[in-house]
């Protein structure tokens, strides 16, 4: 089955910066790559996804990379507000096998 | 409104006293799955079912069952509860996949917090 490992497992910037948070999956059949926000104490909401036919995909601050030789893929959030810290997870695979998140802060 | 419930959403129990969780979605979602989150292990999954009376196992299914009999309700069960299954849990559900821009966007369900004394 498919094996996503996730990095870094915390994030710490100050406003404005941006924030980089990387996943590689291992099942080369994957073609579909979700990114979830999860707020404390919520439900994980997905907030950018990418399918394996495209490369990279934005949605105003966050942006979703795909390098499909190299079985990676990337959130990339620019301009980050205090209101983006939450813990962001990826999935990969058919069976949708999550990373072990990122908790992303933002210093005011 | 599309929506994935779960209940109850909150359950203190006691060692071996057989409980279920219920998961109910009125997206016609052919494919439902349970997850359990525990801090820095991220969200694992239990058993997935990809239609009706179609259940597999996933990667953490010892201690759980689950039954598919209709395809809006995917119930969790937990015949013997121990304190090592104390955890959040997640039901979710999307589509089987395949052609459709929306065909693997999965839906979560708020969650339900078990604590087993």
């Known amino acids: 089955g498919e094996n996503v490992e996730q990095h870094p497992s915390t994030l710490s910037v100050q406003e404005g910066d941006s924030a980089v948070i990387k996943c590689t999956y291992s099942d080369s059949a994957s073609n579909y790559f979700p990114w979830y926000k999860q707020e404390l104490g919520k439900r994980p909401q997905l907030i950018i996804d990418i399918r394996s036919n495209v490369g990279e995909k934005k949605d105003q601050r966050i942006a979703v990379t795909l390098n499909k030789t190299a079985k990676h893929f990337s959130l990339h959030i620019t301009e980050t507000q205090p209101e983006d810290s939450a813990v962001y997870f990826c999935a990969a695979g058919n069976d949708m096998r999550f990373g072990a998140g990122t908790r992303l802060t933002v210093k005011p | 409104e599309a929506q994935v419930t779960q209940n109850p959403r909150y359950l203190i129990t006691v060692t071996g006293k057989k409980l279920t969780v219920t998961c109910s979605q009125n997206m016609n979602h052919e494919y439902m799955s349970w997850y359990r989150q525990d801090p820095g292990l991220g969200l694992r999954q239990i058993y997935y079912?990809?239609?009706?009376?179609?259940?597999d196992k996933g990667d953490v299914p010892e201690g759980y069952k689950v039954s598919r009999k209709e395809k809006r309700n995917f119930p969790l069960i937990l015949e013997s509860p121990s304190p090592n299954q104390t955890s959040l849990y997640f039901c979710a559900s999307r589509t089987s996949g395949g052609v459709g821009r929306l065909g693997m966007r999965q839906y979560f369900g708020p969650g339900t917090r078990l604590l087993v004394l």
């Open positions: 079912s990809m239609n009706v009376e179609v259940t």
